[in-house]
């Protein structure tokens, strides 16, 4: 049987490996959602127009976004709750004092973005009078996509008060272990 250190050292190897598979599937999909809509509307739909095959464009809007935005969904519901959970236990808040902290605020303002952009990449595949100006709303899907790019890079990187710790507000009123 193995001591408590070693075992504790396992789990440890296991968290983080479970943490950078989280981290690993919600980059990618957050790389797919960007870069698709970006690749179809820079270098797809050109070339079939070139090729004088435009009229095969909403099939092919069609045929990818019928399905993609659920997939993307499933993977961001469940990578981005696992990040919020790890997140929380690490802030030494609860669940409802986290909705007052700068990062919570952005996650928030970030989670909504995602669902306009999933909403209306489902909305592609399926509305064929979007499908048709498929250029022009796939433009949209990436820069909802790249705003959000950047509000993860934002919550990514902030400094460590904005992420962990922050000082909660009984705190600064100088109610934090006080008596009286």
Do not use: C
């Amino acid at each position: 049987m193995a001591s408590l250190p070693e075992r504790a050292e396992g789990s440890a190897l296991f968290r983080a490996a479970v943490r950078a598979l989280n981290q690993a599937l919600h980059l990618f999909a957050a790389a797919v959602t960007v870069g698709v809509p970006f690749f179809l509307a820079v270098i797809a739909i050109p070339r079939l127009e070139a090729e004088g095959a435009g009229d095969s464009v909403p099939a092919v809007v069609d045929r990818f976004y019928s399905i993609f935005p659920w997939i993307t969904l499933a993977v961001f519901f469940t990578t981005g709750l696992y990040n919020y959970v790890v997140w929380l236990i690490g802030s030494g808040y609860g669940p409802k004092a986290s909705l007052g902290t700068t990062y919570v605020k952005a996650l928030i303002v970030k989670v909504a973005l995602a669902h306009v952009l999933v909403g209306l990449g489902i909305a592609l595949g399926f509305v064929s009078g979007m499908q048709e100006d498929a250029r022009a709303w796939l433009w949209v899907l990436f820069a909802i996509g790249a705003a959000i790019v950047l509000i993860s890079a934002g919550l990514r990187r902030s400094p460590p008060q904005l992420r962990r710790r922050e000082v909660p507000l009984e705190a600064r009123r100088g109610r934090a272990g006080s008596a009286t």
